[in-house]
């Protein structure tokens, strides 16, 4: 048998798959449990994908040594802060972070914060110290689990898989493929999930449903989070929340006496105050005592390197700018990796507009809407010709990739680019690959629960609804099952419900305060009637958003916007 047969999934999502060669082709691995034998379209998408095979230089083709002898020599004649390296999760292997090793050294700045789950995150390590996930089997053996602000169904099919007899309840302004298979949706209002949070811990307490035990064991600050839910009376919440009473009501008798999970996602903290909203809703489930038990807790986008000593970490004392917030233009060279950040980082004016201004050096797989703006384009070699192992956000099963198919001349991996750059430079090569490979392969890591839990004592949260007209509407983005952020299908439509005054194929343009732009209209009676709904990976939505950070995390707030919409 050919011992090189594992694939590992690369892409960023929940499920990290396992991968197996058989008779040529790859299988989902059946002795993988999250995989079970199954890949995804996206998987699919991302085989059929056409890879660079070429380096560009100024639009020309040129080989791939050319192009790391230019790398090179711009690299040499640049002030070291003034170039930026920037790094998207296009390829979610541990492989990726070797480059961060060279720039470092050399003295790049970084970015910080994320483009994705770093407001929820920040929200959930200030209660608990970190952000892990209880073991899987504690989801599987759940009796109810409650999806909140996460398209379960979409973003983590394999997960869902697992446990999709459970009793579900979802909380989302969208009507997703979850909700409808919910037993509750509630169909709440955009950034008032704490309000909700509140809303539910007030109940809770009415109905004797706390966990005293719990609270007394590892609970800090109870007592303080309990009273912001009592400030406020009872019923104001119905109209801000959008949930009616009685659905509290169906929810509590739902959940009482059960095994209880909660899924979050990114829905919940796309916003300012991001980590207060999260830690806000991780605090209910430790007043329930939801936490630590033998089944259910709350799963999140775990910190999945958690546990690991990082492998290619060197000390630096480089500036570092929110990833969110960078202005492309103020660097003289820019070199982007795994990103499309043209479609994907919020205010796409901005970014554009700053692109044109640097010397942009673009690593990546494929063409994509950045490479438009790149002045140099260095293909990086294909999953299937790269040894990596992928940890996963979701679960604490690993997946491992080995070396299936030859690499293409013309192409290199980001552990070789590394080695070949801090060479140029002189400096210190990276520990063998198969040495490090192996580390994270073997390591098992300890993964140490919380010893207390720091509830939320005061929440300074500025509600949307206050800025919010019968006129304008919230922006919705979400994950779209046949593409992974910018990645393979392009859906540029914005979805709105038939009760605005808006049609099938309508022209509209859309602006907020910080960009406008076209688009068409798709009438889905799916979306609620305040919101317009858009896929992540839509070309256009980010001209909307704000590129400004949260409150704590230095993370991106695509969410904290609101949008008008008129015929165009
Ligand atoms: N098929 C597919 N899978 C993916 C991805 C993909 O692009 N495609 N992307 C991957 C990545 S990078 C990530 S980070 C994960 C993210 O996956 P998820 O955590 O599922 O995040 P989203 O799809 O962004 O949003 C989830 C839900 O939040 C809802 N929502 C929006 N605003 C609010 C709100 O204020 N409150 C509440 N309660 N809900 C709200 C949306 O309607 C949506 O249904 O998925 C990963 N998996
Ligand atoms: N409005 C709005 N914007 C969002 C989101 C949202 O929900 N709403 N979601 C955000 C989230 S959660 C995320 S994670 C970000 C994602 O944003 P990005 O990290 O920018 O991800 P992508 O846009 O998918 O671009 C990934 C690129 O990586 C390249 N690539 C793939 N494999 C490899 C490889 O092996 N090596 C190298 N070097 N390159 C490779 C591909 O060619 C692809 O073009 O987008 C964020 N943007
Ligand atoms: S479900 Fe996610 S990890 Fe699994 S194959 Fe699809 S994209 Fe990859
Ligand atoms: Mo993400």
């Not at 955009?190 to 007394?216: C, G, N, S």
């Not at 109870?222 to 949930?243: C, H, K, L, M, Q």
């Not at 704590?552 to 165009?568: D, G, H, P, R, T």
Request: with cysteine; proline share 3%.
């Amino acid at each position: 048998m050919n011992s090189n047969n594992k694939v590992a999934c690369p892409l960023d999502c929940y499920d990290a798959c396992q991968g197996q060669i058989i008779d040529e082709n790859i299988k989902g691995s059946k002795e993988h449990k999250t995989t079970n034998g199954k890949l995804c379209v996206n998987f699919a998408n991302l085989l059929k994908e056409e890879n660079l095979k070429k380096a560009f230089f100024e639009g020309k083709e040129i080989s791939l040594e050319e192009s790391l002898n230019i790398l090179v020599e711009k690299l040499k004649t640049t002030t070291p802060e003034k170039t930026l390296f920037y790094k998207g999760s296009g390829n979610i292997g541990v492989m990726q972070n070797s480059t961060k090793n060279f720039f470092t050294q050399y003295g790049s700045t970084l970015t910080r914060g994320s483009l994705c789950d770093g407001g929820g995150g920040a929200g959930i390590e200030a209660g608990r110290q970190n952000v892990i996930n209880p073991p899987i089997q504690k989801l599987i053996d759940s009796d109810v689990i409650i999806v909140w602000g996460r398209n379960f169904t979409v973003t983590s099919s394999h997960m869902y898989n697992l446990v999709k007899d459970k009793t579900f309840i979802t909380i989302d302004p969208t009507c997703t493929e979850i909700a409808k298979k919910s037993k509750i949706h509630m169909q709440i209002n955009p950034k008032t999930d704490y309000e909700l949070a509140l809303l539910f811990t007030r109940f809770a307490h009415m109905q004797d449903l706390e966990d005293r035990e719990f609270i007394e064991e590892f609970g800090n600050g109870a007592d303080w989070f309990f009273d912001i839910s009592r400030n406020r009376p009872v019923v104001s919440y119905e109209t801000t929340t959008g949930i009616p009473l009685a659905q509290v009501n169906e929810f509590f008798d739902l959940i009482e006496n059960k095994k209880v999970a909660i899924v979050l996602g990114l829905g919940v903290q796309k916003y300012f105050e991001g980590a207060q909203i999260t830690r806000c809703i991780d605090s209910f489930a430790a007043f329930m005592g939801f936490h630590k038990k033998d089944a259910g807790g709350v799963w999140y986008l775990s910190d999945s390197v958690y546990g690991y000593k990082k492998q290619f970490e060197v000390k630096g004392k480089n500036k570092k700018v929110s990833i969110p917030q960078v202005d492309f233009g103020s660097y003289d060279l820019v070199f982007i990796q795994g990103s499309n950040p043209v479609v994907s980082a919020p205010n796409t004016k901005k970014v554009i507009e700053g692109l044109k201004k640097s010397f942009v050096v673009y690593f990546g797989t494929t063409l994509n809407d950045t490479c438009e703006y790149a002045d140099l384009i260095i293909p990086s070699s294909s999953f299937l010709s790269k040894k990596d192992v992928r940890l996963s956000y979701g679960h604490e099963l690993k997946a491992i990739s080995q070396i299936v198919k030859e690499k293409d001349e013309n192409s290199i991996s980001e552990y070789d680019l590394t080695n070949y750059l801090l060479e140029q430079f002189s400096f210190d090569k990276l520990k063998d690959e198969d040495e490090i490979i192996s580390y994270y392969e073997n390591t098992k890591p300890v993964l140490d629960d919380f010893e207390t839990f720091d509830f939320v004592e005061e929440l300074d949260i500025e509600p949307l609804y206050k800025e919010k007209t019968a006129d304008n509407f919230y922006l919705i983005t979400a994950k779209n099952k046949k593409s992974l952020n910018s990645q393979f299908a392009g859906d540029d439509f914005v979805y709105l419900n038939s009760s605005t005054k808006f049609n099938d194929n309508d022209e509209v343009l859309i602006s907020s305060k910080n960009g406008s732009a076209k688009f068409i209209v798709k009438i889905n009676d799916d979306i609620k009637s305040n919101c317009a709904f858009f896929f992540a990976g839509n070309k256009n939505v980010n001209y909307l958003t704000p590129a400004l950070e949260d409150e704590s995390s230095f993370s991106a707030m695509y969410q904290e916007v609101l949008v008008e919409i008129e015929l165009s």
